[in-house]
DNA sequence: ACCTGAACACCGTTCAAGT
DNA sequence: ACCTGAACACCGTTCAAGT
């Protein structure tokens, strides 16, 4: 790349960044092509679509969370590796207002930048959901399909503001309708030993 | 009201009702005014707000939706009275796409016009369940914004072409975590007597 | 009372013209 | 190779002018 234009594409995604944090996902490109004081058809240059920018903004976050399941694939118990996954996860789908809906719809469409991430994302999910339920922590009526859907749900509910306050909470209803054996307060406790009586 | 006004008020409601089928909660305005052959000012007058239509298109729904609660109250399970109302206000929810991101919005906007018809339906779903939790079949640390909410998270994913296809099955799932001692699988079944052994 | 449609300020996307 | 910005076809919303 010459180097007018990795300047270009480099700031571009600084100024992206602040824009898609003020307007969520689907945020005006004239603004970011405004904003970064370069011409409309520079921004399509490099970003020739919306989830080919979201993705640019996103990389690093789902890179990360790849590499968090590798590590949780052999920790301790899978049950709490299942669900502290599933809690990062969600925080990465809420990581932009409104990108959680690129994110349903990359994942059936090959030809969204999106698409790679959220495959990957989904992979990574179902091979911790698989080792939950092989050790009998979770239940097996559900796969991974299943397990995406539900970080699309509360992400979403994270998204809108009259329900925000109680996404944490409802994390932890989901997320005990997921496990065997437990109970949400367990959940949100990540399993702290409970206190001696 | 007027005599030509009312046949505009009724054909534009006609009009919409097709429109929003098809391009759904946000669908363009404008159209509607073209297809109903209807300046676009005219349409503004008789629903000054998207809301204002979106109401007028779902008040049939919203009622039914509250008279069926009343019934339920008086049944004889509380657990699959509350399952069957949220299976319903799912339903209700859905009817048009992108409907819920509209209701979850208004029932923090007490200047929507879909704002009383979603604080009732919210009531209605309270009432339920705290009958549910009273004769102990649900659990007791969700209340009825919870409630709302996980409506409104079901909605979504009924709504996301992507995901829609686990969204009965979810559906399941997630009442199974608002019941006490309930598998998913009797939620599925609406509880059933299990086939002798 | 009610209706019309132009006017305004925005979009996303494309592409000829420039450097 | 890369950049620019006008052009096109859309929006939502308002409001002066008409009947």
């Known amino acids: 790349m010459r180097a007018d234009a990795r300047k270009n594409y480099d700031h571009l995604l600084a100024v992206a960044r602040d824009v898609v944090t003020e307007q969520g996902a689907d945020a005006s490109l004239r603004d970011v092509a405004r ?16 989830e080919a920018l979201l993705e640019a903004l996103l990389r690093a976050s ?50 969204s930048a ?44 994270g998204d809108q503001p009259s329900l925000a306050p109680r996404a944490d909470h409802l994390f932890g209803v989901i997320a005990s309708a997921i496990l065997t054996n437990r109970g949400s307060s367990d959940v949100r406790r990540e399993r702290r030993p409970p206190a001696r009586r």
């Open 35 to 50: 904003r970064a004081g370069v011409g409309l058809g520079t921004l399509y240059r490099h970003f020739p679509t919306r």
């Open 114 to 157: 999106l698409h790679a991430s959220c495959v990957k994302m989904r992979a990574a999910g179902t091979r911790l959901l698989a080792r939950a339920q092989a050790e009998g922590m979770a239940r097996t009526d559900i796969d991974g399909a299943d397990l995406f859907a539900l970080i699309g749900a509360l992400a979403w509910l």
């Open 62 to 111: 789902f890179d990360e969370l790849t590499a968090r399941a590798g590590g949780l694939e052999t920790s301790g118990s899978s049950d709490d590796a299942l669900v502290s996954w599933l809690r990062e996860a969600v925080a990465v789908a809420r990581n932009y207002r409104g990108v959680v809906a690129a994110m349903v719809a990359a994942i059936a469409d090959p030809d």
